[in-house]
C-alpha cells in the first residue's frame, strides 16, 4: 500500500508540477565597482534547493562561492619608513554566499521561467600575494541578491533538466585594509536541476 501511495504522489506532482527543486552547477561570476579584483573569473559553483508550498511559490536554501583573480605587472612599492620592493603580485577575492531563497515560477511546464530572490550572509576573503609573502583580510557581511532564470525539463517522467540564470548581488563586507567598501556582483548560472 505505501508503494502505491508513493507512485500515486509522484504522478500528482508530475502532473501539476514539481513539488520540490535542487539545482547545482557553474557560476561564472564579475565585480562590479570594485578596484581590488577586477577580473571576471568562472572559477564558482552553486548549490540550491527549495519546496513549493504554493504551486507558484518555494522557499529554500542556496550556496555558492566564486573567485576572481587579478595580476598586477611588475612594478617598486615605497612603505612608509623609506623601504622599497619590486615585484608582481596577484589579487584573489574569494566570496561564500549561503541563506536563504524564496522562488516564484512563471510556468511550471517542461520550461520553467522563474525569478528568485536570496537573502543570507557573505564570507570574503581578500588576497594580495607576492612573490615570496602575502597580505590577507576577511569579513562577514550582509548578502542579497535577485535573480532570474529558466529551467528546462526536456524529458517525460524525470526531474533531470538543465538552469540557466542571471543574477546580481550586493554584500556589506568591508576591509579598510584593501579599501573595500562593499562587494557588488553579477553573473550568470548553468547547471542541472533535479
Known amino acids: 500500500m505505501m508503494i502505491v501511495a508513493i507512485l500515486a504522489t509522484i504522478n500528482v506532482d508530475a502532473q501539476v508540477g514539481r513539488r520540490y527543486y535542487i539545482d547545482a552547477g557553474w ?12 577580473n571576471a573569473s568562472g572559477w564558482g559553483a552553486y548549490a540550491e534547493g527549495g519546496y513549493y ?8 536554501v542556496f550556496v ?9 605587472p611588475k612594478a617598486t612599492y615605497t ?6 620592493i ?11 554566499p549561503f541563506g536563504a531563497t524564496l522562488r516564484y ?45 529558466v529551467t528546462l525539463h526536456p524529458f517525460n517522467k524525470s526531474n533531470l533538466g538543465l538552469q540557466i540564470s542571471a543574477y546580481y548581488s550586493y554584500a556589506t563586507n568591508r576591509s579598510g585594509y584593501f579599501g573595500i567598501d562593499g562587494l557588488n556582483n553579477a553573473g550568470f548560472k548553468l547547471g542541472l536541476s533535479f
Open 105 to 149: 515560477r512563471l510556468l511550471w511546464k517542461k520550461v520553467q521561467p522563474y525569478a528568485e530572490a536570496k537573502i543570507g550572509a557573505n564570507y570574503a576573503r581578500e588576497y594580495q600575494l607576492y612573490s615570496i609573502t602575502g597580505v590577507q583580510d576577511h569579513q562577514w557581511g550582509f548578502y542579497v541578491s535577485p535573480e532570474i532564470g
Open 27 to 38: 557560476q561564472f561570476n564579475g565585480t562590479l565597482s570594485n578596484s581590488f579584483a577586477k
Open 53 to 60: 508550498f504554493l504551486p507558484r511559490v518555494a522557499a529554500g
Open 86 to 96: 619590486t615585484t608582481d603580485m596577484y589579487h584573489s577575492l574569494y566570496q561564500v
Open 79 to 84: 612603505a612608509g619608513d623609506n623601504t622599497s
Open 64 to 72: 555558492s562561492y566564486n573567485t576572481n583573480n587579478e595580476y598586477i
